[in-house]
């Protein structure tokens, strides 16, 4: 008869283990989409689990509150989530969550990326990805303001106040231009909010410097709400059309690890 080693033994014991963790989160995700009850024989058609596995498994979920039993046989996901996920919410900033996204859309496109926030009437760029060789000299320093209305990003908070606070701002600030593109007429500037808002991104053209172009893509966190814009700066001569998919899909990229869900198409 052939012994089994403890190292066998130790590797099958840990194969199990992933087994089980996998089984757990294909229930979890299974009840992620619905909202509400389940039945045991619905979760374990879309899970691919034996109902019997699935049963044990939904039974010990149970116990330490990750998945509440509603009534006999049906269930939805428990409130120990919530409070896990309370908890990671608290702890991720949107400069931790957007890092690694802005540093690989740096890597792509070899031009500056800003993630910058709304503070009143002004923006503030509070990180960037940026090198010497993007070939444009960084005009705005991190904890640099600038006007809403003078930046793809502050278009984009603008975008989701109503007219009244719109026209508030512009009476508050004058609409304030620094060169000869910034858009300083009232009328021209709710037309490109308009736009703004159809397109669901903003794009400002030499309006803040001259020789530089930006676009800017928003990120949510998990209620909907719109807590910073990302945008590529480049030398007005190199923006590059193709740059604005991989803006927009790095924007939607922090979002969800912001744990931002967008409603799903009618």
């Known amino acids: 008869?052939?012994?089994?080693?403890?190292?066998?033994?130790?590797?099958?014991?840990?194969?199990t283990s992933i087994q089980v963790i996998e089984r757990m989160m294909a229930l979890l995700d299974a009840l992620a989409n619905y909202s509400d009850p389940v039945s045991l024989k619905e979760l374990s058609k879309v899970s691919g689990l034996h109902p019997s596995t699935a049963h044990r498994i939904l039974n010990d979920m149970v116990v330490t509150r990750f998945v509440d039993r509603v009534e006999p046989g049906t269930y939805r996901l428990g409130m120990r989530l919530l409070e896990l996920g309370n908890v990671v919410k608290s702890r991720l900033s949107v400069r931790e969550a957007a890092l690694d996204f802005m540093r690989a859309l740096h890597k792509k496109t070899q031009q500056t990326v800003n993630l910058s926030v709304r503070q009143g009437d002004e923006i503030v760029y509070i990180d960037r990805a940026y090198s010497e060789r993007s070939g444009m000299q960084v005009v705005r320093a991190i904890g640099g303001r600038a006007p809403l209305h003078l930046t793809s990003t502050g278009k984009l908070f603008l975008s989701i106040d109503d007219a009244k606070a719109i026209r508030a701002y512009a009476t508050r600030t004058g609409l304030a231009g620094h060169n000869k593109n910034s858009i300083t007429d009232l009328a021209r500037?709710?037309?490109?909010?308009?736009?703004?808002?159809?397109?669901?991104?903003?794009r400002d053209n030499e309006e803040l410097e001259l020789g530089v172009r930006c676009m800017a893509a928003g990120i949510f966190d998990d209620s909907g709400k719109l807590v910073a814009g990302l945008s590529i700066s480049a030398p007005a001569d190199r923006l590059q059309e193709e740059w604005l998919e991989?803006?927009?899909?790095?924007a939607s990229s922090i979002s969800a690890t912001l744990g931002y869900r967008p409603a799903p198409a009618l």
């Open 1 to 15: 008869m052939k012994m089994e080693t403890p190292e066998l033994a130790a590797a099958a014991s840990g194969k």
């Open 246 to 250: 991989d803006l927009v899909q790095t």
């Open 189 to 202: 500037f709710e037309r490109e909010l308009s736009l703004v808002r159809a397109r669901g991104y903003a």
